[in-house]
């Protein structure tokens, strides 16, 4: 089936350093929505986006649903070691089909 | 504590011998759903369950089964494991299917050898 597109795939940082990843997708996206998942645990909801365009935050982190509904960014400020794990992103088809990025996965060097 | 429950965390078997991982929730959530995620695949989706005895083929359903006989519990039935079942096992439930947050389960890694 139809898969996001997720880059970079991993990202080594030094603490203090802003991250950026971004979704792409060839089909159009009813929602997007950003996970994190720590080691040894499951994904859990980080950020939500019902509208094209839409830019919403949750702490130090942004998200933005792109214009064209084809893909979303999210950006991390200020990154601090609890900020390892890896980042999905997933869509929401408008048949309800959820979709999931392959993830990135962030080391943060303290 | 709301949440998603799986059993076993850790299981590693041989091929051809028959094996469930249990998953329940407490959030009396109708939507339900069975993924593997694998190194640069991501998530995939196995099945999912709209309802009782409602299920549905996700994308990579093959020699997988799943039941939902009461709303809270979603077992996954591998009858046959082979080698390429070897994944992290991940169950799911939500308000609905597509938009509603779903909550992830912790994990069942599974090896098949």
């Known amino acids: 089936g139809q898969q996001l597109n997720q880059s970079p795939q991993s990202m080594f940082i030094q603490e203090g350093e802003d991250v950026s990843m971004n979704c792409t997708s060839s089909s159009i996206f009813n929602t997007w929505l950003w996970y994190k998942q720590d080691p040894g645990e499951g994904p859990v909801l980080l950020i939500a986006l019902y509208k094209a365009g839409e830019l919403t935050s949750n702490g130090r982190l942004t998200a933005q649903f792109g214009i064209t509904r084809k893909d979303s960014f999210l950006n991390i400020s200020a990154s601090i070691p609890s900020d390892v794990g890896i980042y999905f992103c997933?869509?929401?088809?408008?048949?309800?089909?959820?979709?999931f990025g392959a993830g990135t996965r962030l080391t943060v060097k303290p | 504590e709301a949440q998603v429950t799986q059993n076993p965390r850790y299981l590693i078997t041989v091929t051809g011998k028959k094996l469930t991982v249990t998953c329940s929730q407490n959030m009396n959530h109708e939507y339900m759903s069975w993924y593997r995620q694998d190194p640069g695949l991501g998530l995939r989706q196995i099945y999912y369950s709209m309802n009782v005895e409602v299920t549905d083929k996700g994308d990579v359903p093959e020699g997988y089964k799943v039941s939902r006989k009461e709303k809270r519990n979603f077992p996954l039935i591998l009858e046959s494991p082979s080698p390429n079942q070897t994944s992290l096992y991940f169950c799911?439930?939500?308000?609905?299917?597509?938009?509603?947050?779903?909550?992830f389960g912790p994990g069942t890694r599974l090896t098949v050898t």
């Open positions: 799911a439930s939500s308000l609905s299917r597509g938009v509603d947050e779903q909550y």
């Open positions: 997933a869509g929401d088809l408008f048949n309800n089909d959820m979709r």
